[in-house]
């Protein structure tokens, strides 16, 4: 399998990743919260991998899997997953 990204090639824009994660982490916010933020970044960013990868990262982490259903967002439902 041919590697997509060389990270090697990148290690100030890995530590930087890294130390957001470590922050966001640290800061006090609900787990499911940071998670929907993610959700929502990677709606606005177009990118259906990372939305997948979120949503289900998300999902386990909820009382009630419905709720991440659909949200109300910029005025708008949006569909999450189902």
């Given amino acids: 399998m041919k590697v ?40 606005i960013n177009g990118c259906a991998y990372c939305l997948d990868l979120h949503w289900k990262d998300a999902r386990p982490r909820r009382d009630r899997a419905e709720t991440l259903c659909t949200r109300r967002m910029g005025g708008g439902a949006v569909l999450l997953g189902a």
């Fill in 4 to 43: 997509r990204i060389d990270y090697s090639n990148v290690p100030e824009a890995l530590r930087g990743m890294y130390q957001l994660e470590h922050y966001i982490h640290n800061s006090g916010l609900e787990e499911s919260l940071v998670h929907l933020v993610k959700m929502r970044a990677s709606q």
